[in-house]
Nanobody, 117 residues
Framework: VQLQASGGGLVQAGDSLRLSCAVS????????LGWFRQGPGKERELVGN????????YYPEAVKGRFTISRDAGKKNVYLQMDSLKAEDTAVYFC???????????RGQGTLVTVSS
């Protein structure tokens, strides 16, 4: 399994940005795919995850209502739509997959999102 995130860039506070995660290889329908971020000097943080087969989604409070995960089922692409971006959303974002969100087996290289205030 390989995952590759893309779509990062420099935006202003309040803007929107959509990240893409290209997935190759086989992911079991029971597995979870999540988007994580790591800001400068911060710990890795989950910003959303979904079950690959069922599509149930979870978002932490920090991004709930602003971030949305969607999946292009036909092409195995997963997206992270980020709206109303804040300076504190500045981080390297990456996608990862595994049997559960706490048991990540595969992660891709990240994409940098910089939000200027």
């Amino acid at each position: 399994v390989q995952l590759q995130a893309s779509g990062g860039g420099l935006v202003q506070a309040g803007d929107s940005l959509r990240l893409s995660c290209a997935v190759s290889g086989r992911i079991l329908s029971s597995w979870s795919l999540g988007w994580f971020r790591q800001g400068p000097g911060k710990e890795r943080e989950l910003v959303g995850n979904m079950r690959w087969g069922a599509g149930n989604r979870y978002y932490p409070e920090a991004v709930k209502g602003r971030f949305t995960i969607s999946r292009d089922a036909g092409k195995k692409n997963v997206y992270l739509q980020m709206d109303s971006l804040k300076a504190e959303d500045t981080a390297v974002y990456f996608c990862a997959a595994g049997p559960s969100i706490g048991d990540i087996s595969y992660r891709g290289q990240g994409t940098l999102v910089t939000v200027s205030s």
